[in-house]
């Protein structure tokens, strides 16, 4: 495997006007070599596909986009583009998300791990949204932070292991799984839910590799672009997210356990002397009153959302 390893990111773009400058700007100034960046235009009907082009002009060695007619969702779009991807490593880089670096030197740190030809992925080892500097002022933004943070240290605690100083998601006790944009091409399954990082995370395990985390904010990360939520779209995306997983229990005959959720309410109350803010709590109450709603409506609800239809249900950047 050679020392620069070439690495491609995918994004996958639906009328993101407002945003995709920043984030393509930032692609563009990467400290690595070997890296290109495919944009797949989700039947976009605002100024992307400009914006875009302006970037391909710029840097035509860095920047190649395909446009597709109709909205399709981000699966369809993902297993689209990654057939023209020719790095190693694949980075899926939603287009209100930022790649946060530190640096080169902590960039080859974090590529290191992918030296182990056992290692099939790197999950989300932090919220996108979180931050210790807490610069938003949005109730459903803060509540996201929070609950989102609380959620992924449960499973750190719960569903992980530390061997040689790393940590691994631990395949035996799993009882939900993490979140999975980093991986190995080769190990590229086709989603089909709204739900697609979750889906990898059971892919890459169930053909025998090893998904890390890492413990250290400070390694490279996606955050998010953006500094507020909506509690409109608070609810919209917790109830997307319960479709996702009744999606994802079917189609991998997983069944999430019933005392799960108590276990983790549990926790959220245990941690809570860590929220400094009344906005803070407040949102992490509508979090947890969204979820409520997003499971009674697809448990009780006699409409399907189907994949394609579901990624209307997006929150509006």
């Not at 639906?14 to 290109?36: A, M, Q, V």
């Not at 446009?67 to 980075?91: F, H, T, Y």
């Not at 985390?213 to 919209?236: G, H, W």
């Not at 959220?268 to 009153?289: A, E, H, P, R, T």
Request: proline share 3%; charged share 35%; hydrophobic share 40%.
């Amino acid at each position: 495997m050679r020392k620069s390893m070439d690495l491609s990111f995918l994004v996958p773009v639906h009328n993101e006007e407002k945003i995709l400058d920043k984030t393509l700007n930032h692609l563009s100034k990467l400290p690595h070599k070997n890296y290109e960046v495919l944009i797949g235009l989700d039947g976009c009907n605002d100024n992307s596909e400009e914006i875009v082009k302006k970037y391909v002009k710029e840097h035509p060695k860095i920047f190649r986009y395909y446009s597709m007619k109709e909205r399709l969702g981000k699966p369809a779009v993902i297993d689209n583009i990654i057939k023209k991807a020719k790095g190693e490593i694949i980075i899926i880089n939603d287009a209100d998300w930022i790649f946060k670096i530190k640096g080169k030197r902590s960039l080859e740190r974090f590529l290191a791990v992918f030296k182990d030809p056992k290692i099939g992925g790197i999950a989300e080892s932090f919220p996108l949204e979180w931050s210790k500097k807490l610069e938003s002022k949005s109730v459903g933004f803060l509540g996201e932070m929070w609950a989102d943070k609380f959620w992924l240290d449960y499973q750190k605690e719960n569903f992980t292991f530390k061997k040689n100083g790393k940590l691994y998601i631990n395949k035996k006790k799993l009882e939900f799984p993490f979140l999975v944009n980093i991986f190995r091409k080769s190990l590229y399954k086709k989603n089909y839910t709204l739900c697609d990082d979750f889906e990898r995370c059971f892919d890459i395990i169930n053909k025998g590799y090893n998904i890390l985390l890492f413990e250290d904010e400070n390694m490279p990360r996606f955050i998010a672009t953006y500094k507020k939520t909506s509690v409109k779209d608070l609810f919209k995306k917790k109830i997307r997210t319960a479709f996702a997983r009744k999606q994802l229990t079917k189609k991998y005959d997983f069944r999430i356990k019933k005392n799960l959720y108590i276990k983790i309410f549990f926790y959220f109350l245990k941690n809570m002397y860590k929220v400094k803010s009344l906005k803070s709590i407040i949102g992490l109450f509508l979090w947890v009153i969204a979820m409520l709603v997003g499971e009674l409506k697809s448990k009780l609800g006699s409409r399907k959302i189907k994949t394609k239809d579901g990624w209307n249900m997006r929150a509006e950047r």
